[in-house]
């Protein structure tokens, strides 16, 4: 099974800028998509962006769209979600997960990280 973790989350202004990383271990998918998700308190986890395996597609939620970059170092079997324009309803605990399909919702997706915190203050 492949374990995740995610890391690079922290507290920054509007405006700025984050780059989060998620790094897998044990048995990798080389085939699998990866997403990036959020949640923040007493909402519902919102699927943020997904890349593909060969990260030759990606998805981006409508949120995120413009200001989120999704990409992938296979060598590195870490995918990075790099967030700029960054917006106080940006704040949630950002999660990474892999799934079978860029296009599947969150419960198809599986092997979620503990996840890392992202507040953006106004």
């Known amino acids: 099974q492949v374990q995740l973790v995610e890391s690079g989350g922290g507290l920054v202004q509007a405006g700025g800028s984050l780059r989060l990383s998620c790094a897998a271990s044990g048995r990798t998918c080389r085939n699998c998509a990866t997403g990036w998700f959020r949640q923040a308190p007493g909402k519902e986890r919102e699927k943020v962006a997904a890349?593909?395996?060969?990260?030759?597609?990606?998805y981006y939620g409508d949120s995120v769209k413009g200001r989120f970059t999704i990409s992938r170092d296979n060598a590195k079997n870490t995918v990075y979600l790099q967030m700029n324009s960054l917006k106080p309803e940006d704040t949630a605990v950002y999660y990474c997960?892999?799934?079978?399909?860029?296009?599947?919702?969150?419960?198809?997706?599986?092997?979620w990280g503990q996840g890392t915190q992202v507040t953006v203050s106004s």
């Open positions: 890349i593909s395996g060969s990260g030759g597609s990606t």
């Open positions: 997960a892999v799934g079978h399909s860029i296009a599947t919702s969150a419960t198809a997706f599986g092997s």
